[in-house]
C-alpha cells in the first residue's frame, strides 16, 4: 500500500530483451528506503519471456505496459502517461537507483523548486559493491547553479517533475533512439525549468551490452542531432550550426573512411518531415552546452 504521507513516485522503465538486467532493476528498487514508489515497465516487445517474467513476480506496486513492437523511446513516453506520480523517475534496464536515491531525490526537489529534473551522477555497474561496503560517501550537496550554460540529463538516472513533462512535453518518439534527452532538456530549459545534477543523487548503469551494435549508435546520434538542431534551433543559429555539422559528417567520414554519417544526414534529410519546428530563444540555445562530435567518436 502506499503512504500518502509521502509523494508518490513514479519508476518508468522501457525493457527489451535483457530479461535478467530488469529483474535486477525491479530487486534494486524493491530496496529503496523511500518506499511510496509504482513501477511501471514498457515492455518494448521482447522475445525473450521479459513479460512473463515480470508477471510471474506479482510485485502489487507494478504495472506492466506492453507494445506491439518495439519503438523505442516512444514507449518512455507511453509509461510517462499511465504514471500516477507527483515525481517520474527515469530509468533503463540496466540501471538502477542507490539505495537512498530516490529519497534524496526528493529532497532536492523540495529544497529547489525551480528545479524541473534532477539529473542523477551516473556509476559504473562494476563500483557498486564498493559503493555499498564503502564508509563514506557523497555527503547532501547542493548543486553548483552555473547560469553561462545548460547541460542535459542521463537517461540512465533521472527524476522528473510530473509538471515538467505536462508542459514541456516527453521523449521525441521521432527519434526512436539516442539523443532524445538532449532534445528534450532543450524543450524543459525553454518552459523555465532548471536541469541541475548532484553528486550524492547516484544510480548505477552497466555499460557496453552486447546487443548494442558499433553502428547504431553513430547512426542514430548523427541523424538525431540534425533534428535536434533543426527542430529547437532559432533560425540564424541553426543554419551556422548545420553548416557545422555538414564539415564534421564529411571530414569524420573521410577520416574514419566510413559512410555512415553521410547515411544518417540523408536519413535526417529524407525523413524531415516527421519532425515539427518549434523554436526556443536563442538564450537558451546558446547557454545550452551540445556535444556536436559526440557522433563521431563512437564508431568501431
Same mark, same amino acid.
Given at each position: ?59 502489487? &506496486?507494478?504495472?506492466? /505496459?506492453?507494445?506491439?513492437?518495439? =519503438? #523505442? ?7 510517462? +502517461?499511465? @504514471? ?61 547553479? &552555473?547560469?553561462?550554460? /545548460?547541460?542535459?540529463?542521463?537517461? =540512465? #538516472? ?7 513533462? +505536462?508542459? @514541456? ?132
Amino acid at each position: 500500500m502506499f503512504d500518502n504521507k509521502t509523494p508518490l513516485v513514479s519508476a518508468v522503465i522501457v525493457s527489451y530483451n535483457r530479461k535478467e538486467d530488469i529483474r535486477e532493476t525491479l530487486s534494486m528498487l524493491c530496496q529503496q528506503r523511500y518506499k511510496n514508489i509504482e513501477i511501471i515497465v514498457v515492455d518494448n516487445a521482447s522475445t525473450d519471456g521479459t513479460a512473463a517474467m515480470i508477471n510471474a513476480l506479482g510485485l502489487p &506496486n507494478l504495472r506492466l /505496459i506492453q507494445m506491439e513492437e518495439n =519503438a #523505442g523511446v516512444k514507449a518512455y513516453n507511453r509509461g510517462f +502517461e499511465a @504514471a500516477r506520480g507527483e515525481y517520474i523517475l527515469i530509468l533503463d534496464d540496466d540501471s538502477f537507483p542507490a539505495p537512498d536515491a530516490i529519497e534524496k531525490m526528493i529532497q532536492k526537489f523540495d529544497r529547489y523548486p525551480a528545479i524541473g529534473i534532477v539529473s542523477f551522477t551516473v556509476k559504473d555497474y562494476s563500483t557498486y559493491s564498493t559503493y555499498i561496503n564503502s564508509a563514506t560517501r557523497t555527503s547532501a550537496e547542493d548543486p553548483v547553479f &552555473n547560469d553561462d550554460y /545548460i547541460m542535459s540529463f542521463h537517461g =540512465a #538516472g533521472a527524476g522528473v517533475r510530473r509538471e515538467v513533462i +505536462e508542459k @514541456a512535453g516527453g521523449y521525441p518518439e521521432e527519434f526512436f533512439l539516442y539523443f532524445n534527452e538532449t532534445d528534450m532538456a532543450l524543450r524543459v530549459c525553454n518552459a523555465g525549468f532548471r536541469i541541475e545534477a548532484f553528486a550524492d543523487v547516484i544510480c548505477f548503469h552497466k555499460s557496453a551490452p552486447a546487443n548494442r551494435t558499433s553502428q547504431r549508435g553513430p547512426f542514430y546520434y548523427t541523424r538525431n542531432i540534425f533534428w535536434t538542431i533543426w527542430k529547437n534551433y532559432p533560425g540564424v543559429l541553426m543554419w551556422k550550426v548545420t553548416l557545422l555539422m555538414l564539415f564534421y559528417v564529411f571530414y569524420y567520414s573521410f577520416e574514419q573512411r566510413t559512410f555512415l554519417y553521410i547515411r544518417a544526414l540523408l536519413d535526417a534529410v529524407i525523413n524531415v518531415g516527421r519532425i515539427t519546428r518549434a523554436p526556443i530563444t536563442m538564450e537558451i540555445a546558446k547557454r545550452f552546452r551540445m556535444h556536436y562530435k559526440t557522433p563521431f567518436t563512437m564508431y568501431r
